[in-house]
């Protein structure tokens, strides 16, 4: 039986810390209104972990139900400066209520990616968006974004649009701007759904290894133990003296304040609300988004 429980205790130790790539995750992809499967999530996250190290900032995918009654940039700005992220960086809002997708920059990235280059970003993304195809989206979005950021990016004056070197989201599955505002797509053999279910098994596996990793250890620090039979084997003589023993509630005191909400919605008029501007918090905030 003791046995048992160590075993048990060894798994339950495991799979939390194998659930650390979920902790991980929550910190870059905050997936609130439910949208993503756990291993979408991870494997989103591990694309974003990887752009930040290269680049020094913090990029995050957040979904919400609504905006609690603010303009679109105005949440994105909101849910940036109190994430605790980087002064530079962004983050990438949907709010399935309007039908909204904003990416909201700070820090260096406020002068560095205009509106029109998210615009490009993020043109052959909103169609995936719209077939409620949300974690192929984010992929080509994060993807997009690691091109721009690299340099893999140009302005073509002569279409009037920006143009990325190479597109294309996994190995076996592309898409390219044909210079006339389309995007074609084309699907190799792999599937998203088959690198996901891949990466959840992986990590299951890892579990188990740990599992069994902690049940040994603990197995060969078992031997040592000495049996008892009494209770009193276990108090030293004289060091257990109890004389009084009370409980006093001295009371308590909640004080409560109602939070004033805004009742503005979605965007500002006039498009995608670009722009550089200052947040409630005081942060330089731009960005670009629209409808889905």
């Given at each position: 039986?003791?046995?048992?429980?160590?075993?048990?205790?060894?798994?339950?130790?495991?799979?939390?810390?194998?659930?650390?790539?979920?902790?991980?995750?929550?910190?870059?992809?905050?997936?609130?209104?439910?949208?993503?499967?756990?291993?979408?999530?991870?494997?989103?996250?591990?694309?974003?972990?990887?752009?930040?190290?290269?680049?020094?900032?913090?990029?995050?995918?957040?979904?919400?139900?609504?905006?609690?009654?603010?303009?679109?940039?105005?949440?994105?700005?909101?849910?940036?400066?109190?994430?605790?992220?980087?002064?530079?960086?962004?983050?990438?809002?949907?709010?399935?209520a309007e039908r909204d997708y904003y990416?909201?920059?700070?820090?260096?990235?406020?002068?560095?990616?205009?509106?029109?280059?998210?615009?490009?970003?993020?043109?052959?993304?909103?169609?995936?968006?719209?077939?409620?195809?949300?974690?192929?989206?984010?992929?080509?979005?994060?993807?997009?974004?690691?091109?721009?950021?690299?340099?893999?990016?140009?302005?073509?004056?002569?279409?009037?649009?920006?143009?990325?070197?190479?597109?294309y989201y996994t190995d076996d599955e592309?898409?390219?701007?044909?210079?006339?505002?389309?995007?074609?797509?084309?699907?190799?053999?792999?599937?998203?759904?088959?690198?996901?279910?891949?990466?959840?098994?992986?990590?299951?596996?890892?579990?188990?290894?740990?599992?069994?990793?902690?049940?040994?250890?603990?197995?060969?620090?078992?031997?040592?133990?000495?049996?008892?039979?009494?209770?009193?084997?276990?108090?030293?003589?004289?060091?257990?003296?109890?004389?009084?023993?009370?409980?006093?509630?001295?009371?308590?005191?909640?004080?409560?304040?109602?939070?004033?909400?805004?009742?503005?919605?979605?965007?500002?008029?006039?498009?995608?609300?670009?722009?550089?501007?200052v947040s409630s918090g005081g942060a330089?905030?731009?960005?670009?988004?629209?409808?889905?």
């Amino acid at each position: 039986m003791k046995r048992f429980f160590a075993l048990l205790s060894a798994v339950a130790l495991a799979l939390s810390l194998s659930a650390n790539a979920f902790a991980f995750s929550s910190d870059f992809v905050v997936d609130n209104a439910d949208l993503l499967s756990e291993g979408e999530e991870v494997i989103l996250a591990d694309i974003i972990g990887k752009i930040n190290f290269e680049h020094d900032i913090n990029v995050v995918i957040h979904t919400t139900e609504d905006t609690d009654g603010l303009y679109i940039e105005d949440y994105a700005d909101n849910f940036y400066d109190n994430g605790s992220y980087y002064s530079d960086g962004l983050v990438f809002v949907i709010s399935m209520a309007e039908r909204d997708y904003y990416t909201s920059t700070c820090g260096y990235l406020v002068d560095s990616m205009p509106a029109y280059d998210i615009d490009s970003i993020c043109e052959p993304v909103v169609p995936y968006l719209s077939n409620a195809q949300y974690y192929e989206a984010f992929e080509i979005y994060l993807k997009r974004l690691d091109s721009y950021l690299n340099g893999d990016f140009s302005y073509d004056s002569d279409y009037g649009e920006g143009v990325f070197a190479g597109d294309y989201y996994t190995d076996d599955e592309y898409y390219y701007d044909d210079y006339d505002g389309d995007y074609i797509y084309t699907s190799g053999s792999s599937s998203i759904t088959d690198s996901v279910f891949a990466r959840e098994i992986i990590l299951i596996i890892v579990a188990v290894i740990i599992a069994v990793v902690i049940t040994m250890f603990l197995k060969s620090k078992m031997n040592t133990a000495v049996k008892k039979y009494d209770a009193d084997d276990y108090v030293v003589n004289g060091s257990f003296n109890l004389e009084i023993s009370r409980d006093a509630f001295v009371g308590s005191h909640t004080t409560r304040r109602a939070i004033p909400k805004n009742n503005n919605t979605g965007s500002r008029p006039g498009g995608g609300g670009g722009g550089v501007r200052v947040s409630s918090g005081g942060a330089r905030h731009g960005g670009s988004g629209g409808k889905f």
